[in-house]
């Protein structure tokens, strides 16, 4: 599987972005996806998840409620919709597959990620 992230930029505190992960499997339906950022000199750290259906959707406490992650399997694309903006948004985002029917929110759990997508917030 092969992950493509895309969608990032700089923006205003308060602005919106919303990045995309195109997949190359034609098996999109069997896997999940995680988006994960990583700040300079921080850990990677989870952001949000969402399954395989879609129907199920985990967030950070940082982000619940101005972000969104979503997905269409037809297009073979999962999205995270990042309102409210904040400079401690800032950092580069990571998309990650796995095939599971679990939810993991954990960097080492996923098998397959894609090359990240910087997010800058300015004050």
């Known amino acids: 599987v092969q992950l493509q992230a895309s969608g990032g930029g700089e923006v205003q505190a308060g602005g919106s972005l919303r990045l995309s992960c195109a997949t190359s499997?034609?098996?999109?339906?069997?896997?999940?996806v995680g988006w994960f950022r990583q700040a300079p000199g921080k850990e990677r750290e989870f952001v949000a998840f969402i399954s395989w259906s879609g129907k199920t959707t985990e967030y950070a406490d940082s982000v619940r409620g101005r972000f969104t992650i979503s997905r269409d399997n037809g297009l073979n694309t999962a999205y995270l919709q990042m309102n409210d903006l904040k400079p401690e948004d800032s950092a580069i985002y990571y998309c990650a597959a796995k095939y599971s029917i679990a939810v993991h929110t954990t960097p080492d759990k996923y098998d397959y990620w894609g090359q990240g997508t910087l997010v800058t917030v300015s004050s």
């Open positions: 499997s034609s098996n999109v339906r069997t896997y999940i």
